[in-house]
Each structure stands twice: as C-alpha cells, then as structure tokens.
C-alpha cells in the first residue's frame, strides 16, 4: 500500500512536471501515421510528396529554396497550411504551395503538422561556405547575433529574441522557430515581410484583398507583427541575421533544453 502510495505521488509530480513540457511540445491533435502517408506519398494527384521539396528529414533545401520543417512548431506549421489554402500567403519561390494546402482537408493538415513535429533531425545549418561561393553578399554570423539578441536600436529594429526565444528558438504557439532554419529561405521571408510592410503596412489583408496582392510580398502576420520588424532591416542586416539563425544554437547557457528544436 506504501509503496502504491508511493507510486501515485510520483504520478501526480510527474504529470506536474508535464504540464509545460506538453505545452511546448506538440498542441495539434493530429494523426501522426497519416501525416507521415501524406508527408512521403503525396495524396492522390493533386497533392505531391511533402518529401520531394522539403526532404526526407524535413530540413529543408537551399538550393530548392524550400524550408525547414522538421520539429517546427505544430501550430504554426497549421497556420501557413490553412493561410496557403485561404491564398492570404502566396508561395513566391516555387509557386505550389497554395495549390498543395487547399488540396488538403483541414484534419490532413492537422495530421501532417503533427508528423513533422515529430521529426527531430538534427541540423547544423546552411552550409554558408559553399553558398558565399556563388553568392558574395551571404552575411556574416558574428554581426548578425548581436540582431538576433539586441537589435539594431540606431534604426529601430527589436531584437529577434524578444518573440522567438533565445537564437531563434521559438517562443510558444505564434512565434516559429527561425534558429536552425535554411538559410535562403530566411532571407527570402525578410524580404517578402519588408515588402509586404512597404505596399501595405501592419494592415490585415482578407483572402478578397490578398487577389490582387503583389506575388512577392508576404503580410499574414498577426497584426503584422513581422512586418513592422522586417520593414526597418536593411539587406545587410537581413543577410547577416539570416546568417547567424542558420548555425544559431538552441541551447542556452545553464538551460540544456531546448523546448521546439533539438
Ligand atoms: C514543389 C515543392 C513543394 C512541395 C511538394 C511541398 N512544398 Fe511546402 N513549401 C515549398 C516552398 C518553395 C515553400 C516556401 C514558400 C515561400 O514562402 O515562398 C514551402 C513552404 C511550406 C510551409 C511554410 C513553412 C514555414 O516555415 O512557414 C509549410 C508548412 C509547407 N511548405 C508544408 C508542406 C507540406 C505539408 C507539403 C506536402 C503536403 C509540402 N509543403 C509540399 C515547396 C514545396
Ligand atoms: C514583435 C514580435 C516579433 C519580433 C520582434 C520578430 N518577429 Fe519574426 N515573426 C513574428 C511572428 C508573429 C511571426 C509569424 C508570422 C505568421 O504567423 O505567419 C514571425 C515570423 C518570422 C519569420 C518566418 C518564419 C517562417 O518559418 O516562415 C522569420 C524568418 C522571422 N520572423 C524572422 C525574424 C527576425 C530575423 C527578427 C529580428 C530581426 C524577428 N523575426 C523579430 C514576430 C516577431
């Protein structure tokens, strides 16, 4: 009975002890076996393999221009799903992204979100090296922390970390793991958010304004949160920071864990 009682108590800790790790970890109620169908086959004829752009282990491709989205947050991953299907994101680097979501029921995206949130492959960034061969203006890591931790006060830019968590790491339901993530798509999205900021500010586009939205912007931002940041970034500032997230490490000092990415 002692030892039941025992047993019960540690029960109860641990579910205690749960409590924020679940949080963090995984919110979506997907199936995760038909996400990894859907994510390696494809569904039907509308609807590619996931894996084709994104990659067997979700990491994304700098050549492709594909992202990360292996271990993203699972809510966020739903939210471009079902911001794709609307057309209030526009894929503007291979142009079948809006295709494939609205090919998808809202419970497969559910499924899909869920399974790459499963996938904790570990990443060590973009290969800057061999990118800066035939890319000069590839930044440089070192100036881009000192954005991603403090900002750029002379020019008005908060610091990154302040919505997504130390090197980028992610910050809870809204704010995306950008730390880890490729290279070539990060400073793809800051240069769609700051021309998004440029044509229409903070404003909140409907799918009936977003029709004639300019292909290369990017405003479904919350509030246009992301805009208001990325408007103020100079293309240095967007190369180096992007440089620096690519090979940021998710670990900080005295805090092993690392809540979305390993
Ligand atoms: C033909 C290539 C291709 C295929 C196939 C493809 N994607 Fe994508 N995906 C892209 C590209 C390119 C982007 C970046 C779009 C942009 O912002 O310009 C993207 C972006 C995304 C994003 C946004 C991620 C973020 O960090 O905001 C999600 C989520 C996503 N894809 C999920 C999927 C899922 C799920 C499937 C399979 C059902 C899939 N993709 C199939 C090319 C592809
Ligand atoms: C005020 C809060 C805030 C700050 C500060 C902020 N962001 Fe964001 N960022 C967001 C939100 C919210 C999103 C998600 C937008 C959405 O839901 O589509 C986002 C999305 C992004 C994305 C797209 C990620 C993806 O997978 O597509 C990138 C890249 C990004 N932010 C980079 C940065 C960088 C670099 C900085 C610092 C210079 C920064 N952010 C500062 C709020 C912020």
Not at 20 to 36: K, W, Y
Not at 149 to 171: K, L, M, N, T, W
Not at 233 to 258: C, M, Q
Request: a negative charge.
């Amino acid at each position: 009975m002692k030892r039941l009682t025992m047993t019960m108590g540690m029960a109860a800790i641990t579910a205690f002890l749960a409590v924020p790790v679940l949080a963090s970890a995984g919110e979506v109620t997907g199936d995760v076996d038909n996400g990894r169908k859907i994510y390696q086959n494809g569904k039907g004829d509308n609807v590619p393999a996931c894996q084709g752009c994104h990659g067997i282990d979700g990491l994304g491709s700098d050549d492709m221009g594909t992202p990360r989205l292996a271990y993203q947050v699972d809510t966020y991953i739903l939210k471009q799903l079902a911001d794709f299907a609307k057309g209030i994101r526009k894929d503007n680097t291979m142009f079948q992204m809006n295709d494939i979501a609205a090919g998808l029921t809202e419970q497969e995206m559910k499924d899909v979100a869920a399974y790459v949130h499963t996938l904790k492959t570990p990443f060590i960034g973009s290969d800057l090296d061999k990118l800066a061969k035939d890319d000069p203006s590839v930044g440089d890591p070192a100036k881009g922390k000192m954005i991603a931790e403090f900002g750029a006060p002379d020019h008005g830019v908060p610091a990154c970390q302040s919505c997504h968590g130390f090197h980028g790491r992610s910050a809870g339901r809204l704010y995306p793991a950008i730390g880890g993530q490729r290279y070539t798509y990060l400073k793809h999205e800051l240069e769609a958010f700051r021309e998004g900021w440029r044509a229409y500010g903070s404003k909140s586009l409907s799918a009936a304004d977003a029709e004639s939205m300019d292909d290369a912007v990017r405003v479904n931002d919350y509030m246009g949160q992301m805009r208001a940041v990325a408007g103020r970034l100079t293309d240095e500032d967007i190369a180096n920071v992007a440089a620096f997230l690519t090979v940021a490490r998710p670990v900080a000092p005295g805090n092993p864990r690392s809540p979305v990415r390993q």
